[in-house]
């Protein structure tokens, strides 16, 4: 038996192919939307909302031309949930797909991807299937034809009907719940703080590449020309304040124009895409192993001498800013290492803006010194002299970038269940490279660019203390322990092997399979929707599900099943299930764990939290994000109580 989702997804869906002339025809979708509620467009930036898209399954015997088209055009605003400029259609839309076709027969089937949203909420993304199919019939003249359209969609003829519908065997289990008390589900959180973590991290990178080989040298020898240049110290000043700002000026410029170039549909699937992570991943370890000093990556010299030049012949402002174009070539060896990462992860921070604004903070610590020390000039003379230190400074900038590459290829490891990078071997990763910044800081370990540690310094024994003292701190989590203070970067729990009491927590990752281990034991069920992707369910599980307290809450007496809805693994055969009196096709497992939220829970969002008794019953719940502990454990509790 068919089950039928209740859940409303606020767009009415209906399509059409026609054939405009012997070989020609077009197919259009078109959308009724409900009043307060908008679809988002196709164009939509980084980290915002699911754009939408079309699927074609299947196009035989025809050639899609041109690009699909809408009418109107959709309005563009600044939405004060996802902090970012979006663009939607409101009450309709009409799609345009122009096609050829090519033989006597075709068909055409697939999916429309779409997402809807109003000021308060959003649906999880949802599907609209439709088929086609036509035959085109030669007469003696060749200047004529006939064409016989048989248009077909979510009938007993469709294509998409050649599988049964899921038949859900225990259909209580899958039946929706009831929500009292007015406790009924609401719209997932946004992380408003994302800009400034980029901010931060953007300005320390700055910091750092000032102390590379490339920068350090640069800062005495500018200032002083400035100073010696100009005929008073005001204007001297005013010169290296401007030239300053010509660096922020250049380095916020690349920031828009990787945000111009990646900003939209290229962006919206960094999180879980596993080319774009695979090819991070290979970039960042590229840039280590320039830092370790194995090649080194540089823009040719002839850029740098044109910039000299250039400088040279002209006068004022003008001036100023080729010195800083200068400066940008010249220390690329050193720095494009450190933009690469901070762009690698600006632009798959969930912002569109995030690259200009990582940018503007890199360009910004990086002028600072520049226009300090033309303020004061006596400080000069307190600067450390260049030397082997700088080299020292590049390559622990190698091993942390070493370390964060390992962060996309979990990624894309996670999302597509290859197992390559589980927990553990994550972790022992991190305990070779940390390990062994540590003994090089110690002067155990030497590169072919380093000089001979005589003697450590304090802030080098320092760094290797800190370095070797994380290291000890990642040991206990080849056993389970918990790593609070890595759970963004290290794989969730639910990839370890091993826990310190030597067995691993049992975590369904299959819904029926963990309701029928409940009816085995009479536990109630704790079930978390959740992402790979989703930065809230990362911060929940560090903040609040592995806490002691909870976590043994949770293990010791209920049954805990996890759904990543956004697991991109195939699943054995697509399934096609009805909802809102269409056919919608599950591609995926997680297509059917998102599935399954929107029928049974009428909710959309992650992450999401309830507990079921054995029977598939609501007793408590639901629970989004939110880190306060004492409410989540009332949230437990209350379903212990029932």
Not at 145 to 163: G, H, K, P, W, Y
């Amino acid at each position: 038996m068919a089950v039928v989702a209740q859940v409303a997804h606020h767009a009415k869906w209906q399509s059409r192919a026609a054939m405009t002339d012997d070989s020609q025809g077009v197919i259009t979708f078109t959308a009724t939307i409900d009043n307060g509620w908008h679809v988002y467009s196709n164009e939509l930036p980084a980290g915002g909302p699911t754009p939408l898209s079309v699927e074609w399954d299947n196009t035989k015997g025809v050639k899609l031309t041109g690009e699909l088209k809408s009418s109107p055009a959709p309005t563009r605003v600044h939405d004060d949930v996802f902090d970012m400029d979006l663009s939607w259609w409101e009450k309709s839309v009409t799609l345009s797909q122009k096609f050829e076709v090519t033989g006597e027969k075709y068909s055409i089937s697939g999916n429309l991807r779409y997402m809807t949203c109003n000021d308060r909420e959003c649906n999880a993304p949802s599907t609209e299937p439709f088929s086609f199919s036509g035959t085109v019939q030669k007469k003696k003249n060749e200047n004529e034809s006939d064409v016989v359209q048989e248009e077909s969609r979510n009938d007993e003829d469709s294509t998409l009907a050649a599988s049964d519908p899921v038949t859900v065997s225990h259909d209580k289990l899958w039946a929706p719940v009831t929500y009292s008390d007015g406790n009924s589900p609401t719209g997932s959180s946004t992380d408003g703080n994302s800009l400034w973590y980029v901010f931060f991290a953007c300005f320390l990178g700055g910091l750092l590449a000032l102390l590379t080989p490339c920068v350090w040298p640069i800062i005495p020898l500018t200032v002083s020309f400035f100073l010696k240049k100009s005929e008073n110290r005001r204007r001297a000043v005013a010169s290296a304040i401007t030239y300053g700002v010509a660096i922020i000026v250049i380095y916020l410029l690349l920031g828009l124009l990787v945000t111009a170039i990646f900003g939209a549909d290229a962006l919206n699937n960094l999180a879980t895409n596993a080319v774009c992570n695979i090819v991070f991943f290979l970039l960042l370890v590229v840039f280590a192993l320039s830092f370790f000093g194995a090649f080194e990556i540089k823009l040719p010299s002839s850029w740098s001498n044109r910039m000299d030049e250039r400088a040279e012949r002209t006068t004022g402002i003008v001036s100023i800013f080729f010195m800083a174009f200068t400066l940008v070539i010249v220390s690329f060896s050193c720095t494009g290492p450190i933009i690469g990462t901070l762009l690698v992860e600006a632009a798959s921070s969930g912002s569109t803006l995030a690259p200009a604004v990582g940018m503007f903070a890199f360009a910004l610590a990086l002028a600072l010194p520049f226009t300090l020390f033309a303020l004061f000039p006596s400080w000069l003379k307190q600067l450390p002299r260049s030397g082997g230190w700088m080299n020292t400074v590049k390559v622990v900038l190698g091993f942390v970038e070493l370390a964060l590459s390992l962060k996309f290829l979990s990624v894309a490891d996670l999302a597509y269940g290859w197992h390559i990078l589980d927990r553990e071997v994550f972790i022992v990763l991190w305990i070779v490279i940390f390990g062994a910044l540590g003994l090089y800081l110690l002067g155990l370990i030497r590169f072919k660019n380093d000089d001979e540690v005589k003697e450590l310094g304090v802030i080098r024994l320092f760094l290797a203390l800190a370095s070797l003292a994380f290291t000890a701190y990642l040991l206990p989590g080849l056993w389970g322990a918990t790593l609070r203070a890595t759970s963004a970067f290290v794989p969730p729990m639910t990839t370890q092997d091993f826990n310190l009491n030597g067995e691993a927590a049992v975590v369904f990752d299959d819904f029926d399979s963990g309701m029928a281990e409940a009816a085995k034991t009479g536990k109630p069920v704790f079930i978390d929707f959740s992402g790979y992707g989703c930065v809230n369910c990362r911060k929940m599980e560090g903040a609040v599900l592995s806490r002691d307290d909870v976590s043994s809450l949770i293990h010791d007496r209920f049954i805990t099943i996890t759904l990543m809805v956004d697991d991109r693994s195939r699943l054995d055969s697509p399934v096609y299930v009805e909802e809102n009196g269409k056919q919608v096709k599950l591609s995926t497992v997680g297509d059917k764990w998102s599935y399954l939220q929107r029928y049974k829970f009428n909710s959309n969002s992650q992450p999401f939290y309830v507990v079921l008794n054995p029977e598939g019953e609501l007793i408590s719940g639901p629970v989004a994000y939110d880190e306060n502990v004492e409410k989540f454990m009332s949230f437990l509790l209350k379903a212990l109580d029932k």
